[in-house]
């Protein structure tokens, strides 16, 4: 089954606490992306990347690091979270990059403490 | 810069009903639009989307949108609801060239009454 997956799915942290939220798709796309949700506020993109070790940033990037070493897996690296942090993350990938239909992993809750 | 407004956060509509959803963006060039709908605790799903071609674009679930250049509009319609179309609904804009980001809307939630 064609899909996209995160882990983990709930988080709850500390501050300061070092994590690392992995992507993985099985579809061969080359675009994956990061998205933050907040009410109130649609979602947000943080990175994305077009192709193994090529990565770029969107709109909220400050605070996260990505990486792509293979092809499938993506990422999402909190080297000091902070409570601000909290949100509702979403990996993404599409064959390329728009207008392609991106696919939506089922999203990670992280709340920092 | 590229925005996305979505001016109305929330709606109610009766089940069976026409619906509505409007988006309006910003953007220099022709964008590539999206229409997103996401369920309560589920991902986002694709409804339709607008690169080229028709500004009438049909999508999943009944749904249409219209691209208007001159309104820089990309409104959702559906001519009658069902109450299974409750849910939150996002438009997006894709850039193409140059950089491929995504900027998406703050969302129209939409409630449907029996």
């Known amino acids: 089954e064609a899909q996209v997956t995160q882990n983990p799915r709930y988080l709850i942290t500390v501050t300061g606490k070092k994590l690392t939220v992995t992507c993985s798709q099985n579809?061969?796309?080359?675009?994956m992306s990061w998205y933050r949700q907040d009410p109130g506020l649609g979602l947000r993109q943080i990175y994305y990347s077009m192709n193994v070790e090529v990565t770029d940033k969107g709109d909220v990037p400050e605070g996260y690091k990505v990486s792509r070493k293979e092809k499938r897996n993506f990422p999402l690296i909190l080297e000091s979270p902070s409570p601000n942090q909290t949100s509702l993350y979403f990996c993404?990938?599409?064959?390329?990059?728009?207008?392609?239909?991106?696919?939506f992993g089922p999203g990670t809750r992280l709340t920092v403490l | 810069a590229q925005s996305v407004t979505q001016p109305d956060i929330h709606i109610t509509v009766s089940e069976g009903a026409s619906l509505e959803l409007r988006c309006n963006y910003s953007y220099g060039a022709t964008p590539y639009l999206f229409w997103y709908v996401q369920s309560p605790g589920q991902g986002l799903q694709l409804l339709l989307k607008?690169?080229?071609?028709?500004?009438l674009v049909q999508g999943i679930k009944g749904f249409e949108a219209e691209f208007k250049r001159s309104q820089s509009s990309f409104n959702l319609r559906k001519p009658s609801v069902h109450w299974s179309d409750a849910a939150e609904y996002f438009c997006a804009v894709g850039a193409g060239s140059g950089t491929y980001k995504y900027i998406f809307g703050t969302g129209t939630r939409l409630k449907v009454l029996a």
């Open positions: 607008y690169f080229s071609g028709d500004t």
């Open positions: 579809m061969n796309h080359e675009y």
């Open positions: 993404a990938s599409s064959k390329g990059g728009p207008p392609d239909t991106q696919y």
